[in-house]
């Protein structure tokens, strides 16, 4: 069974949406003051681990833009890693991407069965979101940075559930950034 890994950058208020610098919030690139040397290495492990992305449609599209024309270790595997889209529309993916079957639920469980090593979800705060609702997500990794944005998307259902999780690890870079590797408690 293939691990699931969903990963993400985070203000401290919670927030995912805009870190790189993307049109959609007015704090925008909230992680760029934050960038070490440290953290790049450790995002750099963390893709050459993985062997596919699954991805949110959104995600997809502003990936498929922002990879395919740069250079060096981490776009060569960006650009060479198999992507598993969730879309409405497959006929339209490039890079290297394909559809996830439908529907979304089982077409991930049946991803997740197949043979092979880990899947990570970057960003895609509502598939994540999902994916955490489902029970899908073998391990979550929030990249927490000491800023606040005062509000924006995130990955947390807002449904009063309760789901218990284990610290696995936890590293804190020169930024202050912290990571926060958690698993869900008994698995």
């Keep these: 069974m293939r691990r699931l890994i969903v990963t993400e950058f985070m203000t401290l208020d919670g927030v995912v949406e805009a870190p790189g610098g993307e ?14 040397d440290d953290l790049r290495a450790f995002k750099l492990r963390e ?5 596919s992305l699954l991805l949110g449609r959104r995600t997809y599209e502003q990936f498929a833009d922002a990879w395919p024309p740069r250079e060096g270790v981490f776009a060569e595997k960006m650009n060479a890693m198999p992507k598993h889209v969730v879309t409405s529309r497959p006929a339209e993916l490039t890079w290297n991407a394909t559809p996830v079957d439908q529907p979304v639920r089982a077409g991930i469980s049946a991803l997740k069965e ?9 960003g895609s705060a509502s598939l994540a979101r999902s994916l955490l609702v489902w029970g899908l997500v073998d391990e979550l990794r929030l990249l927490t940075y000491p800023v606040m944005v005062g509000g924006g998307l995130r990955i947390f259902p807002d449904d009063r559930e309760k ?9 804190r870079f020169a930024s202050g950034a912290v990571l926060h590797t958690y698993r869900l408690a008994g698995s």
Excluded: R
Aim: charged content about 15%.
């Design 23 to 36: 049109p959609t919030h007015p704090h925008s690139g909230w992680t760029m003051p934050f960038s070490t």
């Design 114 to 122: 197949s043979d092979g090593g880990p899947i990570l979800v970057a």
């Design 47 to 51: 893709v050459q681990e993985a062997e």
């Design 163 to 171: 789901w218990t999780f284990e610290l696995a690890e936890l590293d």
